[in-house]
């Protein structure tokens, strides 16, 4: 009885993959582990005109201190809201009709709600490029003469850089919308423009080749059933090229969040961007360990935003069997 | 007898290539009975699916053409419906939503909902599917696929079933099924049905007549055997008859004697550019 429960434990234990096991857990953390020791070491013979450059433990402790910063800012804010009611209570209390001074706190943006402003501007950003990239991909798709006539453009527009669009969209922002009481700030106008403009090409154009590539298989299908062409782009069209379009929207997504950093950076829209360049004005002591800090939280962010593209793509796409990576 | 249903005349195709036009087909005449089961048979590349496809209505003959019942035929419909070799179901629909979407298309109007429901069904019982209704086809086997494949063109209750080679690329045992039911459902419905095929055993034992086409280029009609055996026929009592041995021997004679056909590696070569070219324009878009 033993012997056979021993053998049993042996066998569960051979069953293991030990190989696969090391590999998919093990060599990972032995990477990140080899990097931080080479930065460690590096660090101190970098001497930059704001002391030396920050080791691994000096950014993590940044993290520290800029949590630290938001919780005060929290707390700075409840109490200018108790103080705000507890001075219009005794005002409704003196005279019922009186007019109440109710104003929103404006205290400084921290690190959190920078990275809250970036992830709003560059999601909105994205979400107008897709409103755009993919009907146009779709007709473009569909139309080889339409294609032939937008291709050129497509590829003029498509390798221009965030850095050369941002003066011209931050001057015809400024000409057009111009208003007394803005709903948005300019500065996130600019930045979601400048984000569409970059972004909205690579989903364009891998539309236009997932509607064009539909197998002519199911296309004379269609023909045989005398689908209308509403049925036709619906049944047909679209389900198939939906593996293509979502390539193309995590291509775009990836240029769309590198794009939104520089662009913050020159229209001073609140976020990330804007975070690591007052830092590098700045130049306090800290600056450099903040700039390390906000590099390792954009590229998290970065890799969150892909997951969360590539979570999307498994539950809509109909083929399970897809690899995704 | 039943008047002429479907009826080729004249029916060639050319298709331009750079050197020219190529004639795939010349003067192809057929003249199919309502009801008929006829099978098209010859060496590959002799343009048995060129014809398919001109019946179809999704090629153009260059000369002659298509009637059924009188009237000329341009251009695909659900009246013709078409069985194609690797069973083109639309992979993200169910195979109920596969049979569906012929359903709706034909029977618009016609048919209510419930009516609708049950018809789908119908079919699907048919090919025996009723057990993988809601399945994906790539949760599927090859045979199944093809049952449902079947399935949708017979729910559209087409005049004319085009079947492209529907169980080439199906393993011996699952052909020999699928031949079994595919009789079966002729027996009740006697659809006409025109078949391609490369199995001179299938051409027997499922055909009221086999259509034997000559090698291409410029291809067409050699011989037209009628295969008059009693239905309903099974293919284990067959194997010792003498008569469908003769049919099947005087297949065989046709093919490998009076069109044999050899290949220089040349020509095989040139017909995979030929392939390949047609391939990519396809995806030119890319």
Known sequence: ?325 | MSQIHLELSRVGIEFPTPKGPFCALQNVDLKIKKGEFVSLIGHSGCGKSTVLNIVAGLYQATTGGVMLNGREVNEPGPERAVVFQNHSLLPWLTAYENVELGVKRVFKGRKTKAEMREWIEHNLELVHMTHALHKRPDELSGGMKQRVGIARALAMEPQVLLMDEPFGALDALTRAHLQDSLMEIQNELGNTVIMITHDVDEAVLLSDRIVMMTNGPAATVGEILDVPLARPRNRLELADNAEYNHYRSSVLRFLYEKQKKIESIDAKRAEKKQDKGTAEKSKSVA
């Open chain 1, 1 to 325: 009885m033993n012997s056979t429960l021993a053998s049993v434990k042996i066998e569960q234990l051979k069953s293991i993959k030990w190989p696969e096991l090391i590999v998919k857990t093990l060599m990972p953390m032995i990477g990140i582990a080899l990097f931080l020791m080479v930065w460690h070491a590096a660090a101190p013979n970098i001497k930059t005109s704001l002391g030396d450059f920050p080791q691994p433990k000096q950014v993590f402790e940044q993290w520290g201190n800029l949590v630290d910063e938001y919780t005060a800012e929290q707390a700075r804010e409840a109490k200018y809201y108790e103080r705000q009611d507890k001075r219009n209570a005794e005002l409704i209390a003196k005279d019922p009709e009186a007019k109440l001074d109710e104003r929103p706190f404006s205290g400084r943006p921290t690190f959190f709600d920078k990275i809250e402003t970036s992830l709003v501007t560059v999601l909105s950003g994205f979400l107008v490029a897709t409103i755009i990239a993919i009907p146009v991909g779709i007709m473009i798709g569909l139309s080889q003469p339409l294609y032939n006539a937008i291709n050129p453009l497509i590829q003029l527009f498509k390798p221009v850089s965030p850095l050369a669009w941002l003066p011209l969209v931050t001057l015809v922002v400024s000409a057009v919308y111009v208003s007394d009481a803005p709903m948005f700030s300019k500065s996130y106008i600019i930045s979601l423009l400048t984000v569409s403009l970059c972004s909205l090409w690579p989903t364009m154009l891998n539309t236009a080749v997932g509607v064009a590539g539909v197998s002519k298989d199911l296309i004379n299908v269609s023909r045989v059933l005398r689908l209308g062409w509403f049925t036709h782009v619906v049944k047909i069209v679209l389900p198939s090229a939906i593996p293509m379009m979502f390539t193309g929207l995590r291509i775009s997504l990836g240029i769309a969040w590198m794009v939104l950093i520089a662009a913050e950076m020159l229209s001073q829209n609140p976020g990330l961007g804007k975070f690591v360049w007052d830092e590098f004005q700045n130049g306090s002591s800290d600056s450099l360990s903040r700039i390390c800090l906000a590099i390792l939280v954009i590229g998290l962010i970065g890799f969150l935003l892909d997951r969360t593209i590539l979570m999307l793509q498994t539950y809509i796409n109909w083929d399970k069997s897809a690899v995704v990576r």
